[in-house]
T-cell receptor
């Protein structure tokens, strides 16, 4: 199993550009989520999904969209990038009833 | 609302000496608590979890944590630090099944 795979690893955007961060898992996990990590703030939940076709907002959802058309994929879309979205983004998943989150290796995003 | 406070942003130890990373939690009922570790440029990995069974929880790599309700604490310890333990450690509480709340992290520095 590859686990949780995130692409790209690094990305630089200009203010106002849009992009999609990709996340895929091959463990048949129902639950998938996106976090952002900022210095001194830990990880904050952006959006999460409990299964295909079901998504919900986390702590900091503004400026981000998600969809879950398949169990495997959970892309995160930035509609109009802002410098405040400069961060490291992590995708994580876990199985039904499981408590252990499996994390991807992260995407470092800079918005100029 | 449930939350966690990591009392130290940085902890420095010498190799072979004990490690203590402090975490206090706030919860109106018995919480589920976790410690995650993040090595440089990597995703997070679960170290251990407490879910109202034994109060002393053993994790991977020789780490353990003790749940103390009277002190609302869940400190992470290891008897003897190794150079490979240098990383950032996050104390995490689960207020609801779908969400985790992360502390701000403690960076552990291990010197030879």
């Amino acid at each position: 199993n590859a686990g949780v795979t995130q692409t790209p690893k690094f990305q630089v955007l200009k203010t106002g550009q849009s992009m999609t961060l990709q996340c895929a898992q091959d463990m048949n996990h129902e639950y998938m989520s996106w976090y952002r990590q900022d210095p001194g703030m830990g990880l904050r939940l952006i959006h999460y999904s409990v299964g295909a076709g079901i998504t919900d907002q986390g702590e900091v959802p503004n400026g981000y969209n998600v969809s879950r058309s398949t169990t495997e994929d959970f892309p995160l879309r930035l509609l109009s990038a802002a410098p405040s979205q400069t961060s490291v983004y992590f995708c994580a998943s876990r199985g039904q009833g499981g408590e252990k989150l499996f994390f991807g290796s992260g995407t470092q995003l800079s918005v100029l | 609302a449930q939350s966690v406070t990591q009392l130290d942003s940085h902890v420095s130890v010498s190799e072979g000496t004990p490690v203590l990373l402090r975490c206090n939690y706030s919860s109106s009922y018995s919480p589920s608590l976790f410690w995650y570790v993040q090595h440089p440029n990597k995703g997070l990995q679960l170290l251990l979890k407490y879910t109202s069974a034994a109060t002393l929880v053993k994790g991977i790599n020789g780490f353990e944590a003790e749940f103390k309700k009277s002190e609302t604490s869940f400190h992470l310890t290891k008897p003897s630090a190794h150079m490979s333990d240098a990383a950032e450690y996050f104390c995490v509480v689960r207020p609801g099944f779908q969400k985790l709340v992360f502390g701000t992290g403690t960076r552990l520095l291990v010197s030879p």
